[in-house]
């Protein structure tokens, strides 16, 4: 069996402090390092996603920058505030995530929404199923930021690529309560392993 971990958006603008900032959000980055450093041989290897927006267009309708109440304001569900524009320190890893574990890069979100890690581009120009494929990957573990979002995303993604997929739930972090509940339900219907970072 061939095991992979995938990191999911784990970045300065989705932690405490970012442009849309998400509680817990610095807590998940130094828990996946100490993980990985608990675990060396537990994935044969490492993904690491990061949106990667556009800095001088609203990349498809994603960005809203209107002020809270207008029209325009963003609805924090298909439209957000201004966040990862590719180059910047907000699109930057947050510095407590370790990235020499990290075998491949992804970007995505180039000039669109991209929620899942397979909407990105590897950092040597592939799409992430051309690597999953070769590198053999059959098992897909899924961390980071936000649940109710790209991790949602990129989880639901990995089972219709026909992995078998754990998310492991003390490592991620959602923008709402609510819809983060909602989205492990989700997952755990479409046959993900919902289990802490201790149990597998
Ligand atoms: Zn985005």
Redesign the pocket.
């Known amino acids: 069996m061939t095991r992979a971990l995938f990191i999911i958006d784990v970045q300065n603008d989705f932690t405490e402090g970012g442009a849309l900032g998400v509680e817990g959000g610095a807590a998940v980055a130094a828990g996946i390092t100490r993980y990985l450093a608990q675990h060396p041989d537990r994935y044969d290897t490492v993904f690491a996603s990061r949106?990667w927006?556009d800095g001088d267009n609203d990349?498809g309708g994603?960005f809203a920058t209107g002020p809270l109440g207008a029209p325009n304001a963003p609805d924090f569900v298909t439209t957000?505030p201004v966040?990862?524009v590719a180059g910047t320190t907000g699109a930057e890893y947050h510095p407590a995530l370790t990235l020499s574990a990290v075998t491949v890069g992804v970007r995505k979100?180039q000039g669109r929404?991209?929620y899942s890690i397979f909407e990105g581009v590897t950092d040597d120009g592939e799409s992430l199923l051309q690597k999953l494929d070769g590198f053999g990957v059959d098992e897909v573990h899924v961390v980071g930021i936000a649940t109710d979002y790209c991790v949602l995303a990129s989880a639901l993604d990995a089972v219709a690529a026909g992995r078998t997929v754990r998310v492991l739930n003390d490592l991620i972090a959602g923008v709402d309560p609510v819809s983060s509940a909602l989205a492990l339900t989700r997952l755990a219907a479409a046959g993900v392993r919902i289990e802490s970072s201790a149990q597998n």
């Open positions: 949106d927006h990349n994603h957000w966040h990862c979100g929404p991209a």
